[in-house]
Each structure stands twice: as structure tokens, then as C-alpha cells.
């Protein structure tokens, strides 16, 4: 759009034209020529009208004809052409990836809700379940043993800075041909069996590795039901698995095997996280990061221990049990057994309770003044209902504790201090 002064038609000279009929009366006159009708004059003054002759026009240059306008090459046209496609496209390309990112702005519709966006990892607060796993992870190892007709995989952790890893005993096999530990970083090294003890399912393994990174131990006597907990291990297979949960109960009395064969005895840490094959010697972990069991044992209703799986029912042994027990095995070469110094048998009457079949002399119980006959009912606040969970709860401390017995000795309730010893072997 161009202003009125300069508006021109192709082909027209001379000064400024608005339209034909304008032109016509400037010919004419430079001033009305029907002066005596006009409303606006004094009808008593004289009217005079001196005609001037209009002044001279300067010629202006005549507008070019484009018609004869020299045509640009071919080249410079597509040039032109395609630079403008290219800028387009860019200019394009960007609103659309501004319109996408913003949701755009067809409709107007936004899907979701405006909110704070989710920190990077490396912003996790160290306490969240995030930066626990951080922390703990590469700690964790997973282990797989080659031998015995097959090949065994579980998992560990780290337990010193010079190589020392805690795990199962059922993870390793009799007669292994070669144990690898896998960290989280993938390196393979091969793994050293230090000791093992089968009844208590713990077992100690070192590696040949630098710049090792070793668990924080908590304390498994100090855990409450309901504290949140974090289990990790390789189950089937997954390496660097994280599950979460709680513990669901305390000092729950395991003993599994075949009498007269190897019989492993723990009082539990209970936990509804997922745990499976392969997490069996993965750390149990509070809130804090702190190791408070060694995952082991799971309840499932398969009848077949391969198709077992969770259903929310896994059991670590305690870190207070396992710490003591890998200390051992690295101190002597094996590990004490925590006895009470008597024998118990089937379940009591009505009333509970595990009978005592005999005692030893001089031993703890018999120091304590338990007998033959007595029914032991409680140890520190447990019920005992049958001999393997008297065992359990007993193998729970280290020797020299002192625990606190309940038993029926007739019709009468007693109550017994007895100071838990090792055994002879």
C-alpha cells in the first residue's frame, strides 16, 4: 500500500491525479466557477475573481515500463527459491517443536497438570529410596558358581575393604569347579571360598579387587515391625535389582532340612519384599542404607522349590547373627555354635512349650537350674512350640549372652536366667 501523493498508474505523466473529473475542473479554473452560490460568501461584498494562470507543471520522469525491465538471470530466481524453502522449513521446524513442547496451541487442550519437574538422580535426596539404592548398589555382587553337575547363581555383598564377601552357604556348591563375583559395573573376578558354615547359612568369599566399597552394617536388634526396607540381589538372573517393602515380623524361628542331615536354624527377619531365586545372600537394607540381614528363605505354595516365587513372605537371618558368624569364619576358620546346654524334646501338653529331655552337667541350663521334665514355654518373650524354634532363637545370640527362660515345671511358672555358652567343637 503506497500513500495517495504518490500513487501512479503505469503510463501516466504530469502531477498529482486523483480521478478524471478533478483534472477537468482544475483545467478549467484554479477556483469555483459558480462563486454566486456559494452558501458560504458575504452576499453584500463584491465578489472579485482573479483568474491567474496556473503555474508550470515540472515534468517528472515518466514511470518505467515493466515491460522493458531487464529479466534476472535463471539462477539467481532458484536461489532465491530454495533458500526461501530452506528458511521456511527452519522457521517451520521450530515453532512446531515449541508448539509440541508447549502443548501447542491448535485447541487449546493441555494434558496433565503443571507441577514441579522430577530432580535428576544425582539430586535425589541421599535418604530416598533412590539415593539409598545409589549408595548401596555397588556394594551388591552377584555370584555364580560352576560345578556340581550345574551352575548355581545367587548373590553377596561387600563386606571390607580388602575383598572379604558375605553370602549363603546353599549359594555355593560341594566340589566347585570355579566362583565368580560380578559387580554392578559388570567386572567379573574370580572369588576365594574362605569358610562356610551350613547350619547357620553363611558363607565368606574374597576377591582380588581395588577400590572396593563395603556395606554399612546396622543393627538387626534394633529393627521394628513396620520399618521400611530395601532387598537386593540377582533374582533369576536380573542383576542390580532393587525391591522395597517392610518388615513384617521378627524372630521368626526357621529350621529347614532333614533330620539327621543338615539342618540350618535362624530366627528370621520377615519381609514382604519381592525376593526370588538368586537374591539368597543379597543384603536386607533400612531406610538408611544399613545392612540388617542377609536375604535367604522364601514361603511360596509351589510344591517344587523351582517353581517357587513370591508372594510376600521372604526371611533374612539377621546382620547381628551374620556379621558374628563371617567374623568368626575369617578370625578361626569357623564358626561357634551358641548352645543352652540341654537336650529338649517333642512339644509339651496343653500348655506349650518344648519338654527337657536331658541336661548337661554343669552347663549353662543345669547352672541355671533347669531339669529333666521342665517345659520351656518362652525365651526372651518368644514362644517356643517346638525344638527347632528353641534352637533358633538360642543360635540368634552369640555365646556369653544371657537370655531370659520361661518354663512349667509341674503346675508351677518359672522364670530362669541363663547365660548361653559355645560349643565344644
Aim: proline share 7%.
Amino acid at each position: 500500500m503506497t500513500d495517495g501523493g504518490n500513487l501512479r498508474h503505469p503510463g501516466e505523466q504530469g502531477g498529482t491525479a486523483f480521478g478524471s473529473g478533478w483534472a477537468g475542473r482544475q483545467a478549467a479554473s484554479p477556483w469555483w466557477s459558480d462563486a454566486q452560490s456559494d452558501p458560504w460568501r458575504d452576499p453584500t461584498a463584491p465578489a472579485t475573481v482573479v483568474v491567474r494562470p496556473p503555474a508550470a507543471t515540472p515534468a517528472l520522469d515518466p514511470a518505467p515500463d515493466p515491460d522493458a525491465a531487464p529479466r534476472r538471470g535463471i539462477g539467481l530466481i532458484l536461489l532465491i527459491a530454495v533458500f526461501s524453502a530452506l528458511l521456511a522449513g527452519s522457521l517451520g521446524g521450530a515453532l512446531g517443536y515449541a508448539f509440541a513442547v508447549r502443548g501447542g496451541a491448535g485447541s487449546g487442550t493441555v494434558l496433565g497438570a503443571s507441577g514441579t519437574e522430577a530432580p535428576a538422580l544425582a539430586q535425589r535426596p541421599p535418604d530416598s529410596l533412590a539415593g539409598v539404592a545409589k549408595r548401596v548398589m555397588p556394594s551388591v555382587v552377584t555370584i555364580r558358581v560352576v560345578g556340581g553337575g550345574g551352575l548355581s547363581l545367587g548373590s553377596g555383598f561387600v563386606a571390607s575393604e580388602d575383598g572379604f564377601v558375605i553370602t549363603n552357604d546353599h549359594v555355593l556348591t560341594d566340589g566347585a569347579a570355579s566362583t565368580t563375583v560380578t559387580f554392578d559395573d559388570g567386572q567379573s573376578v574370580s572369588a576365594r571360598v574362605v569358610g562356610r558354615d551350613p547350619e547357620s547359612d553363611i558363607a565368606v568369599l574374597r576377591v582380588s579387587r581395588t577400590g572396593l566399597t563395603p556395606v554399612e552394617f546396622g543393627n538387626s536388634d534394633a529393627v521394628a515391625v513396620g520399618d521400611p526396607v530395601l532387598a537386593f540381589g540377582s533374582p533369576l538372573a536380573l542383576a542390580n535389582t532393587v525391591t522395597s517393602g517392610i518388615v513384617s515380623a521378627l524372630d521368626r524361628p526357621l529350621h529347614e532340612g532333614t533330620p539327621g542331615e543338615q539342618v540350618r536354624y535362624y530366627a528370621a527377619i520377615q519381609t514382604d519384599a519381592a525376593i526370588n531365586h538368586g537374591n539368597s545372600g543379597g543384603p536386607l537394607v533400612d531406610a538408611a542404607g544399613r545392612v540388617i540381614g542377609v536375604n535367604s528363605v522364601i514361603k511360596s505354595l509351589a510344591a517344587q522349590d523351582e517353581d517357587a516365587g513370591n508372594i510376600g513372605l521372604a526371611f533374612a537371618i539377621p546382620i547381628n547373627q551374620a556379621k558374628r558368624i563371617a567374623q568368626e569364619i575369617i578370625d578361626r576358620g569357623s564358626a561357634r555354635r551358641t548352645v543352652i546346654g540341654a537336650q529338649v524334646g517333642g512339644a509339651g501338653a496343653a500348655g506349650g512349650g518344648v519338654r527337657v529331655s536331658s541336661v548337661e552337667p554343669n552347663g549353662p541350663a543345669a547352672a541355671a537350674g533347669l531339669r529333666v521334665g521342665d517345659v520351656i514355654t518362652k525365651l526372651d518373650g518368644h514362644p517356643v512350640d517346638e525344638p527347632g524354634d528353641l534352637i533358633a532363637l538360642i543360635r540368634k545370640h552369640a555365646p556369653g549372652s544371657v537370655v531370659t527362660v520361661e518354663f512349667r515345671r509341674g503346675s508351677e511358672r518359672q522364670t530362669a536366667s541363663v547365660t548361653l555358652a559355645a560349643d565344644a567343637k
